[in-house]
C-alpha cells in the first residue's frame, strides 16, 4: 500500500515517469494505478488526440514503440495505455530498444498481469533505470480481512471482524470481485456505518449463519448439530458452497491447529501473530484445541487430503453431497 501510495503522490506532483510497467499476480492494483494515470494525466480535451487505449492481443511490439515514439498534439504529454500486455510475453523484450531511450514527452503504461518481467534481462534494467517497475503481488488468505478493513476505513466504515471473514470465506482473495461487493455496500449504507453480518447476509446475500466460517465454528466445538445444518444447506446450494472451497477452509484451519498445539506461548496476542489472525478468533482455536489434540488434528488433515482427491473423482463415485457428509462424520466422531 505505501508503495501505491507512493505512486499516486509523486504523479500528483508531477513526477511522472515515461514507462510504468505494472506487472504481477494480483490485477486489482495494477487496474487501480493504470486507471488513475489514465483518469489524471491528461486533461478531458487533451484525451481525445493525446490519449491511446491499445490491447496486447492486438497490437505487435513495434505498433506500440511507433505510438509512442509520436509527439504530443497541443499538450505537453501523450498517454498510451496497453492493456493485457501480457499477451506480448514472447516479444515483449522487443521494447528494450525504447526503454533504453523512451520519448520524454510519452506516458507508456503496459498492464502486464499474472506474469513478471525477468529482472536479469535487459528490459527489466532499462525500465528500472528511467521509468517504474510495480510488482503486484497476491495477498495471502489471512491478509484479506484486514485489506477489507483498510479500504472501508479510508471511505469511513468500519466492518466487524466476523463479517470481513464471510466475505474472505465466500469470495476468497480476488480483490476485485471484494471490491466490488463493498462498492455496493457503501451506496447502500450511511457514512460510519459498522458493516454487520446481518448487512453482509441482505445485500450480498452471504447467510450469516450457514457459511463456512460457521460451519468452521461448529467443526471446532464439535457441535454435531449445528455442523449438519450447516452442511445441509450446503447440499441445497451447492453453487454459492462448493466443496472444493470448504475442504480448503477446513485444511487452513487445521493446519493452523497444528501450529496452536506447538507454540510455547500461548498468549493471545503471539497466538494471533503466529497464526496471522485477528485476535478476535483466538478463541476458537483454544477451543478447538480441547476438541483435537495435535494427533487427531493430524489425521484430520490427512482425511480432509483424501476428500479432496474423492472431489475430483479420483477413486470413487460418491457425491460432493456424500463425500461432505462422510467427511465431517469422521471428523466429528
Not at 492481443?57 to 505537453?76: C, L, W
Not at 461448529?218 to 451447492?238: D, H, L, R, S
Not at 478468533?281 to 479432496?308: C, G
Amino acid at each position: 500500500m505505501n508503495e501505491i501510495n507512493q505512486i499516486v503522490s509523486d504523479i500528483k506532483n508531477g513526477a511522472v515517469k515515461p514507462i510504468y510497467f505494472l506487472m504481477g499476480e494480483e490485477p486489482y492494483y495494477i487496474d487501480k494505478i493504470s486507471d488513475f494515470i489514465e483518469d489524471t494525466i491528461l486533461v478531458e480535451e487533451e484525451k481525445g488526440f493525446n490519449q491511446t487505449v491499445m490491447y496486447g492481443r492486438d497490437v505487435s511490439v513495434e505498433d506500440i514503440i511507433g505510438a509512442a515514439k509520436r509527439f504530443p498534439m497541443m499538450a505537453e504529454k501523450q498517454v498510451i495505455i496497453v492493456k493485457e500486455a501480457q499477451d506480448l510475453s514472447r516479444t515483449i523484450e522487443k521494447l528494450v530498444s525504447y526503454a533504453s531511450n523512451p520519448q520524454l514527452s510519452t506516458v507508456l503504461v503496459l498492464n502486464y498481469k499474472y506474469k513478471k518481467l525477468d529482472r536479469r534481462k535487459a528490459l527489466f534494467k532499462a525500465i528500472h533505470k528511467i521509468g517504474l517497475v510495480f510488482e503486484s503481488k497476491r495477498l495471502y488468505e489471512n491478509q484479506v480481512a484486514d485489506w477489507i478493513r483498510r479500504v472501508l476505513g479510508g471511505k469511513n466504515y468500519q466492518v466487524e471482524p466476523k463479517a470481513a471473514q464471510m466475505l474472505v470465506d465466500f469470495l476468497g482473495t480476488d480483490l476485485s470481485k471484494i471490491n466490488n461487493e463493498l462498492e455496493k455496500l457503501i451506496t447502500i449504507l450511511p457514512l460510519n456505518t459498522i458493516i454487520t453480518p446481518n448487512h453482509i447476509e441482505a445485500n450480498i446475500g452471504i447467510s450469516k449463519d450457514f457459511n463456512n466460517f460457521e460451519l468452521r465454528k461448529a467443526v471446532g466445538e464439535k457441535n454435531i448439530f449445528k455442523a449438519n445444518q450447516i452442511i445441509q444447506y450446503f447440499a441445497q446450494n451447492p453453487k454459492n458452497n462448493p466443496l472444493v472451497m470448504t475442504i480448503s477452509l477446513l485444511n487452513s484451519f487445521f493446519s493452523q491447529l497444528l501450529i496452536y498445539h506447538g507454540l510455547q506461548n500461548k498468549s493471545r496476542d503471539q497466538v494471533a501473530k503466529s497464526l496471522g489472525i485477528r485476535p478476535f478468533f483466538v478463541t476458537d482455536y483454544v477451543t478447538a484445541a480441547r476438541n483435537y489434540p495435535m494427533r487427531k488434528a493430524a489425521q484430520i488433515i490427512s482425511m480432509l487430503r483424501d476428500a479432496d482427491v474423492k472431489s475430483k473423482g479420483v477413486g470413487a463415485s460418491q457425491s460432493h453431497r456424500d463425500i461432505l457428509k462422510e467427511l465431517l462424520f469422521k471428523i466429528l466422531h
